[in-house]
């Protein structure tokens, strides 16, 4: 809240106060000594030190002392004029028992000082002080003028002079209350900037602004390093042709995979490692995070902020563990496989005769070994999808058809534990894979086609591995899997009616090695990497892979794939039955030679 439209500096409003404050102290204590000293009484009436005036002095101090600090949250200003009013009347109650004369110059010489720190108010409250002086005057000479003193001409020529004095002094004092604010709004805008300018000149990880249309507007001094591109060249620059990327591997990024172009296109957040390749052709891996940048509504795009980090030596690093697990993993199968295999044949009753303890003992080590096996091909299957290693020949798959012949298959291991499964199409349709009978004739609904492209083998791994693992956490229920989509997206889900997973161990769950920790993990076991698998394999093909789950209300992992049309997907079926005809000739010459 403001009460002028002008003001001067604060210190000068301190000042007055300090003044103030100090006179009125001075004119209580005098009155005191007067009345508690009765030979000095008749000083009371000589210097107008009178009760009024001792009353109004303490007042100005008890107000100082306790009302100060709510009048200054509203500025000095406000503060010294309120003061000023207990001043004022203190001052003229002196004057007024006074006669003009000498008698009067501690209260004259009071006014005066305050009359010249007046001038900060403005030039009508110092021309205000005249008046009231005159009119104080007046009434010493009982409004007679040819009555007045020597002495009170003396103290109003006096008066006059400082009045001239203060106008000069404060003119060029005062400054417009609007434009300080405005400087200190600028400066402190400009100071937030400057600190958020340093921040991201310093941090060591690459930071791209970057508008609309893709242009960079602003980058700092380690993405510059990074793509080899100086800071003051590559503003203004399109994105793409400053940060040039390719897929982990080195593979030419397809350009609607391009994270820049992503964030732009669909307003969403997009994390990736990639290969940043430099103008002078340095190669990094990178971290890159691009999010898109809203405006105050909310809605608007206004552009996006790009963050990267070089992680190639942690990149090389995890390639050498790869490598190691990747290689072990390989020779260690094969004496595991000749283990299993030989226990195996210790088992056959048509090759060796062993007693019901001993069958025991090797049924048991035919099983760990079983594990161990599983465990060292979920390894080899991990390094490999990991560094971009893991076989792949996407065609089109109908997974309606896909998903209904694998429940088919799949329905043996809930039944053997009690489960019902199901396979849903859509938001209605269920058909029970329990029943070893289905009715065909009884199902004529027209089923929508979903076609997407990607490997059937590798699908089936994804989908096995989710209906495995639904069977071996839920005792009782049912197991589903569904199926439903939309024109961009093919999603099926595999439902469970188990525990549930903890929340906090949702955000962990598709990571390497990860596993929840309870008392159904530990009792069942497993590698902690098939999710991890499951997650590498839908994102081979441009797909996504989440679990949404409540403690005792079982669990769903859903995944999504691109759609394709029906006229792409005959298209791409077309262009593989031609590829494969083309390589029949070449077979049969083969087999005739």
């Not at 600090?69 to 503060?79: A, E, H, K, M």
């Not at 010294?80 to 028992?97: E, K």
């Not at 009508?124 to 000479?141: D, E, F, N, T």
């Not at 069977?471 to 439902?495: A, C, H, M, N, P």
Request: aromatic share 10%; proline share 3%.
């Amino acid at each position: 809240m403001e009460y002028f439209s002008r003001q001067v500096p604060k210190h000068w409003y301190k000042i007055y106060y300090g003044v103030m404050l100090a006179i009125c102290a001075a004119v209580l204590a005098a009155r005191v000594v007067v009345y508690l000293v009765p030979s000095l009484h008749h000083l009371a009436t000589t210097y107008g030190l009178s009760m009024t005036v001792g009353i109004l002095a303490g007042s100005e101090i008890i107000y100082s002392l306790a009302a100060l600090g709510f009048v200054r949250r509203w500025g000095w200003p406000l503060t010294n004029f309120t003061a000023s009013f207990f001043f004022l009347f203190m001052a003229l109650a002196g004057l007024v028992r006074t006669d003009l004369s000498l008698h009067s110059l501690p209260y004259m010489g009071a006014w005066l000082v305050s009359v010249f720190l007046c001038g900060m108010y403005g030039v009508p409250i110092v021309l205000g002080s005249v008046v009231i002086m005159v009119l104080c005057i007046l009434q010493q000479a009982h409004f007679e003028p040819l009555g007045i003193s020597e002495w009170a001409w003396g103290w109003l020529g006096l008066e006059i002079l400082v009045v001239l004095a203060s106008i000069f002094f404060w003119r060029n004092k005062f400054v417009d209350t609007e434009e300080v604010k405005l400087n200190r709004l600028s400066g402190m805008v400009k100071t937030g900037q400057q600190q958020s300018l340093i921040l991201i000149q310093s941090i060591t990880d690459g930071v791209i602004v970057i508008d609309t249309e893709g242009k960079i507007s602003l980058i700092n001094p380690a993405a510059a390093l990074m793509t080899e591109w100086s800071v003051d060249e590559a503003s203004g620059v399109d994105v793409q042709l400053v940060v040039t990327l390719n897929q982990e591997n080195g593979k030419e990024l397809d350009q609607s995979d391009n994270p820049f172009k992503q964030t732009l296109t669909n307003k969403e957040r997009v994390s990736q490692t990639l290969q940043l390749k430099g103008r002078k052709g340095k190669q990094l891996i990178i971290s890159l995070v691009v999010s898109p940048v809203v405006g105050p509504d909310g809605d608007k795009l206004v552009g996006a902020v790009a963050v990267m980090r070089d992680i190639s030596e942690a990149h090389a690093a995890e390639q050498q563990r790869g490598e190691f697990i990747s290689t072990a993993s390989h020779e260690m199968r094969t004496p595991v496989a000749a283990i299993e295999g030989y226990l195996a044949l210790a088992l056959n009753d048509k090759v060796s005769t062993i007693d019901a303890r001993a069958r025991g003992f090797l049924e048991k080590a035919h099983a760990s070994t079983e594990h161990l096996g599983k465990l060292f091909q979920d390894l080899l299957t991990s390094a490999k999808a990991e560094d971009g290693r893991l076989s792949s020949h996407p065609v089109v798959i109908e997974f309606g058809a896909f998903l209904q012949q694998l429940v088919d298959d799949l329905t043996f291991a809930a039944k053997k534990k009690g489960l019902a499964a199901e396979f849903v199409i859509g938001s209605s349709e269920t058909i029970d894979a329990t029943k070893e009978n289905n009715d065909a004739a009884s199902n004529h609904v027209l089923k929508p086609l979903y076609y997407a492209f990607a490997d059937a083998d590798r699908m089936r791994e994804v989908v096995t591995n989710l209906f495995d693992n639904a069977v071996k956490y839920t005792d009782e229920g049912k197991i589903s899997i569904g199926l439903t989509g939309d024109d961009q997206v093919v999603q099926f889900y595999i439902r469970d009616t188990g525990p549930g997973i903890p929340a906090e161990d949702i955000p962990h769950l598709f990571q390497k090695f990860y596993r929840v920790d309870n008392s159904a993990t530990r009792t069942i076991g497993g590698t902690g990497l098939g999710l991890f698998i499951c997650r590498k394999i839908v994102e081979l093909y441009h797909g996504r892979i989440w679990v949404e789950s409540e403690l005792g209300q079982g669990s769903t992992f859903f995944i999504n794939l691109p759609r394709l049309s029906a006229q792409k997907a005959s298209d791409l079926q077309t262009q593989e039955a031609s590829q494969t005809a083309n390589t029949l000739p070449n077979i049969t010459s083969l087999t005739n030679q």
